[in-house]
């Protein structure tokens, strides 16, 4: 199985920086990264896809964070960094890490979710 653990949410003045982390614990050899994405849910919205880094480096962002935020990867783990600058308030919501393993080789693809982290931005 696999399990993430989330750390770094809180709560920031409007342009402020927060990074968040989410760390994944592998205990089936069988799993091998294939992604790893920020989402986020504000009260009453839809969950949305924040930013994504795939195992070969390639990344994804959601329009209204590109150039503010920066998705990353620890190389000799699985975690994935989301560092977040010139914070707006409409950035408040719960940031949730999913990941994608697959086993073994093309068998299947898996998602895990992390339990979410708030994030709140204001003065």
């Known amino acids: 199985q696999v399990q993430l653990v989330e750390s770094g949410g809180g709560v920031v003045e409007p342009g402020g920086s927060l990074r968040l982390s989410c760390a994944a614990s592998?205990?089936?050899?069988?799993?091998?990264?294939?992604?790893m994405g920020w989402y986020r849910q504000a009260p009453g919205q839809q969950r949305e896809l924040v930013a994504k880094i795939r195992w070969n480096g390639n990344t994804d962002y959601l329009d209204s964070v590109r150039g503010r935020f920066t998705i990353s990867k620890a190389d000799a783990a699985d975690t994935v960094y989301l560092q977040m600058g010139t914070l707006r308030p409409e950035d408040t919501a719960v940031y949730y890490c999913?990941?994608?393993?697959?086993?073994?080789?093309?068998?299947?693809?898996?998602?895990?979710w992390g339990q979410g982290t708030q994030v709140t931005v204001s003065s």
């Open positions: 592998v205990s089936d050899s069988m799993y091998s990264f294939n992604n």
């Open positions: 999913k990941a994608v393993y697959e086993y073994g080789v093309g068998v299947s693809m898996h998602d895990f």
